[in-house]
């Protein structure tokens, strides 16, 4: 009786080692946007090269600005090859959007459109911000940094502050 037991319990154990040796493989990251040449290191070259072919894409009507009108159907466009493919749709926010698509951080100057220059300086904006030791280029460590940091203030600016004491 005990060696029936002690081989079922040996038998069990290597079942048990063995199945937890075998691991799922780990999904690899999808390469940075702004990383043309996939070395996993994304430059400031790239990244205005990454803006200008998407301000590119925007500017349908080619005055080398981006109107209201065009980000709002440059949005749209984005929007349905997202439900194409099967991926995660952003919630709007709640009341819908309360302008034309583009905000002050879009739009510093106020005149109803963008302009290449002002957007590429928010594009290498963001990439400054991304860029922790200001080396000129993100590598995937930093990459992670600023994910969580985004992760972090989204769930920030989720969440409503807290009522003032009455007092």
Known sequence: MRKTVLTL?????????????????????PPMRQDANHDGVATRAEAIAQADARFAQMDTDHDGRVSGGEMQA???????????????????????????????RMDPNGDGSI?????????????????????????ATERANAAEMRHVDRSERATPPAPAPAR
């Open 74 to 104: 440059y949005r749209a466009a984005l929007h349905d090859r997202m439900v194409a493919s099967g991926r995660d749709v952003p919630v709007p926010p709640p009341g819908g959007r309360k302008h034309d698509g583009m905000g002050r």
């Open 115 to 139: 302009t290449r220059d002002e957007f590429e300086a928010r594009a290498l904006r963001r990439f400054d911000r991304m860029d922790a030791n200001h080396d000129g280029t993100i590598d």
């Open 9 to 29: 319990m040996l038998a069990a154990s290597a079942l048990t080692s063995a199945a937890s040796a075998q691991t799922a493989p780990a999904t690899p990251r």
